[in-house]
């Protein structure tokens, strides 16, 4: 058998490299959705993120208007492939070539944007998903590569999936493995990602634990101490997000991939719309997080080795933002719509407190509020109108405008309309049971909003972007099967 001989100081300087790896202080991200009514510029908001000294940013799609704002900021970006669009990847190549021409190459160079990694597709493997997606994923992965080595890009964009915690499963930690239906796939993927040079990124979210099992411990979820610890042989567990991680890292040493680098790709607790969403546990949660990771103590399975990165979710409130998970999906925020910090919170980047958007323009101080001169007694389908189109969502149990009482839920519906359609004197009518007032209907907690002006009208053009680009892709698609 061969032997392999080390010099002493080729030993040393091997003992010091890995420890420089170990001990990397892993980098703190937001992810920035744009599904918003009020949509702030997205000028404002990488001025938001340069101030906040923000330094890494996920997109969820590859908007323009957001990509030339990120123009020359500095800022590391991972921008994503919708999984609708991974059908249409996994078949052609000449899809693949024009999504990289037109949504990376164009951005890079001198002055461009800093483009580090591309998620193909989000959270494709949902259980609630069916395996609608999982079929695609590997032939795109494959696809987008050859396409970023055309590009010449392949040595500085990585191609990432974003999984969610849903994709392993067990009891203790230890005994972690990915789903049986997604061994397969899962196998390929992480030898992908292994050789390619990118990370597992994976979304954590110990609030849905708490909010979707009654019996969980509340104190588990976050980073405080708990009387619930979890022991898994040797090792004891004193919060979920550790013992999530922990059940990652070994199903991954399962597929023989133990020590590959991981990312957080969403992780956050939401302010509003629900029980245990509120401001108090978002400032608790995402602190005790952020101090957690950065004090680089690792986990019980990777002692001195905290995730790669971690992206906060989210960077702002998104009030457009499907519901059906439940109504704190709008509330997920760091920073309200307009870019207000909600919570004092430390990021550990320099700044000891969040530093609000600069030059936010607000529409008139002036609210739209139930006449208290008219019979309110058909007012159910106004309200009805009202909240399919504004949000609404602060009203329902656990909300932070739960308790205002009938009229008030009156009031905030029809403001909640009145701002999303700018104060046009129309929109305040509801048949005479709406009316102006200039006096701040707010009760407590519960803010009645005034919203912003339309100088960020630029993100509705971005959307008919996003479409055009549709286009071009199906006429390629159409192309490529004749």
């Known amino acids: 058998m061969a ?4 010099t002493a100081a080729a030993f040393l300087a091997l003992v010091l490299l890995s420890s420089s790896v170990l001990m990397a202080e892993s980098g703190i991200g937001v992810n920035w959705g744009t599904l918003s009514l009020h949509k702030l510029s ?4 990488v001025d938001l993120l340069k101030q906040n000294k923000i330094e890494k940013v996920k997109l969820f799609d590859a908007d323009p208007y957001c990509l030339n704002a990120l123009r020359g900021s500095g800022i590391q970006v991972m921008v994503g492939i919708p999984n609708e669009m991974l059908s249409v990847f996994s078949s052609s190549t000449d899809a693949c070539d024009l999504w990289v021409s037109q949504n990376i190459s164009r951005y890079k160079g001198k002055g461009g944007v800093d483009i580090r990694y591309v998620a193909v597709g989000n959270e494709p493997f949902l259980t609630s998903y069916s395996g609608q997606f999982q079929s695609y994923v590997v032939p795109a992965l494959l696809n987008l590569q050859q396409s970023l080595a055309k590009a010449n890009v392949a040595n500085f964009v990585k191609l990432v999936v974003p999984c969610n915690a849903d994709a392993y499963e067990s009891s203790l930690p230890s005994q972690g493995a990915f789903r049986s239906e997604l061994t397969q796939i899962m196998t390929q993927i992480v030898s992908f ?19 979707g099992n009654s019996d969980f411990p509340q104190d588990y979820a976050f980073f405080a101490g708990t009387n619930h610890a979890v022991t898994d042989g040797a090792n004891v567990y004193y919060n979920a997000f550790d013992g999530n991680f922990d059940t990652l890292v070994a199903a991954l040493n399962k597929l023989g991939y133990g020590q590959m680098p991981i990312v957080i790709g969403e992780i956050g607790w939401p302010t509003d719309g629900a029980i245990s969403a509120n401001l108090t546990a978002a400032r608790a949660f995402n602190q005790g997080l952020i101090d957690h990771v950065l004090r680089n103590e690792g ?42 910090a909600k919570y004092p919170l430390n990021l550990g980047l320099g700044n000891r407190l969040l530093k609000n958007a600069r030059d936010v323009e607000y ?20 309200m009805k109108i009202a909240c399919s189109s504004a949000d609404c969502t602060t009203l329902n149990y656990g909300g932070s405008c739960n308790g205002i009482g009938a009229k008030g839920n009156i009031s905030y519906a029809f403001n909640s309309y009145y701002q999303v359609k ?8 509801f048949d005479g049971l709406g009316i102006v007032t200039f006096l701040d209907p707010s009760v407590g907690d519960c803010r009645f909003l005034v919203g912003i002006t339309d100088s960020s ?21 159409w192309i490529y099967i004749l």
């Open 299 to 340: 986990t019980p399975l990777r002692p001195g080795v905290p995730p790669m990165d971690i992206y906060l979710f989210s960077l702002l409130d998104e009030e457009a933002k499907s519901i059906l998970p439940g109504t704190f999906e709008r509330h997920w925020g760091i920073f309200s719509f307009d870019g207000q």
């Open 42 to 45: 997205p000028y404002t908001v």
């Open 422 to 429: 700018k104060q046009k004197s129309q929109s305040c009518d």
């Open 3 to 6: 032997q392999t001989h080390f």
């Open 457 to 477: 009208s630029s993100n509705v053009e971005a959307s008919g972007g996003q479409v055009n680009f549709w286009i071009l892709i199906l006429w390629s698609f």
């Open 193 to 211: 990602l292994n050789t390619n040079g990118s990370p597992f990124v994976v979304n954590i979210y110990p609030f849905l634990s708490l909010y």
């Open 363 to 382: 529409l008139p101080s002036r609210w739209c509020v139930a006449n208290p001169s008219r019979d309110l007694s058909g007012v159910a389908n106004h």
